[in-house]
């Protein structure tokens, strides 16, 4: 399957998950800032994800679950150094470059894009062809 072909069933599980428009999901475009994804949207476009692609997503595999309450993670708000390194060899489908200048905890859902979706369903099928 093609990256193109990928991002095309990716759009589809956005635009059913969110009730969101097709030209409303662009590679850029940030879940929760731009689409509208609340928390209990993710298990839907987890769960969507994992019929469309037919695969199993484990917990914390595409997004991160319990950062936050991690105290080696977590200081004021903000990601420590391990914290940021953590989540990045976690999540390496997500670029949390912009979160290196700024770390706050709040701003990691905003890194979580139609791109990051792309590249993790592109890394999970190449990994059970493999």
Known sequence: ???DEIYSKVQEVL???????DDEVTADARLTKDLGAESIDFLDITFKLEQEFDFKIGQGELFP???ASNPDFIKDGKLTPEGLTAIKEKLPHVDFSKLESDPQISRIAETFTVDALVSFVERKLQTANA
Not at 15 to 21: P, R, Y
Request: hydrophobic share 45%; proline share 0%.
């Open 1 to 3: 399957m093609t990256r």
């Open 15 to 21: 635009i059913d998950a969110l009730g969101v428009d």
């Open 65 to 67: 679950d319990n950062a």
